[in-house]
């Protein structure tokens, strides 16, 4: 069996211990899992690695920080958006689509960009904008 190596990134972090972000009933949630030389990555959101604090903002702010996020945890797990074999985003609302997309092909080669599914879907929070799951190889 496959040993799974959890990567926890956020704002509840004592010197030297592992990193966590805390859901709202402080359960730790993994960033990231890594088996098999593949990496799954949890839901990210628009929220302050420092803090835990929403970064606001109209959609192309929120889906940077998202990136900036995702790129932390897969770096992480020690591997980086050139190896991202699929995406999956939720957007609030299907209009900002546009919008989002301008900023996230930045972070991707535009010529061959990962596959990638995009849904409409009531988020937790209602100032959160965009939520991007990303899976990859390491």
Do not use: C
Not at 27 to 45: E, I, L, S
Not at 51 to 63: F, M
Not at 120 to 137: S, Y
């Amino acid at each position: 069996m496959a040993k799974v190596e959890r990567f926890y990134v956020g704002p509840q972090i004592a010197a030297g211990s592992v990193l966590s972000e805390k859901t709202s009933g402080g359960v730790p949630v993994a960033a990231a899992a890594r088996a098999n030389g593949m990496v799954w990555t949890n839901g990210v959101v628009s929220a302050d690695p420092e803090t835990g604090a929403l970064v606001g903002g109209d959609i192309r702010v929120q889906t940077k920080r998202v990136l900036e996020n995702l790129k932390m945890v897969l770096e992480k797990a020690g591997t980086g958006f050139e190896n991202v074999v699929m995406v999956h985003t939720f957007l609030r609302d299907m209009n900002d689509w546009p919008a989002y997309h301008e900023v996230y092909i930045q972070y991707f080669d535009h010529k061959a960009p990962p596959p990638r599914y995009t849904v409409r879907a009531e988020m937790a929070d209602p100032r959160w904008l965009i939520e991007i799951h990303m899976t990859a190889v390491v």
